[in-house]
Nanobody, 126 residues
């Protein structure tokens, strides 16, 4: 059973940075892709950044140039470096995963992900 645990959320002022981590276990020998999603009050859960099974990355337009997704050396930890944060980035952030390379659909497609963490809260004050 795949398990995901997020950490690194917190409260920062606008313009600040945070680094989220997602520790994964239970993958076995399968190829997986990973995505970071966020859910703000009154909005749908959206894909923010993803890393495919071959290590290539994909980002939502509104975070390009500010957020960076990366993997640890052991590939069982995925990070989301978030810079130049704004109050609009306030949300619960989740990591999620499914098997495969994940080119189509992409790892930003909420409904296609099979396993989810419980989330970590990010609050940005103005």
């Amino acid at each position: 059973q795949v398990q995901l645990v997020e950490s690194g959320g917190g409260s920062v002022q606008a313009g600040g940075s945070l680094r989220l981590s997602c520790a994964a276990s239970g993958y076995g020998s399968s190829t997986y892709c990973m995505g970071w999603f966020r859910h703000a009050p009154g909005k749908e859960r959206d894909g923010v950044a993803g890393i495919r099974g071959d290590g290539s990355t994909i980002y939502a337009e509104y975070v390009k140039g500010r957020f960076t997704i990366s993997q640890g050396n052991a590939k069982n930890t995925v990070y989301l470096q978030m810079n130049s944060l704004t109050p609009e980035d306030t949300a619960m952030y989740y990591c999620a995963t499914r098997r495969g390379l994940c080119y189509t659909p992409s790892p930003l497609e909420t409904r296609t992900m099979d396993y989810w963490g419980k989330g970590t809260l990010v609050t940005i004050s103005s």
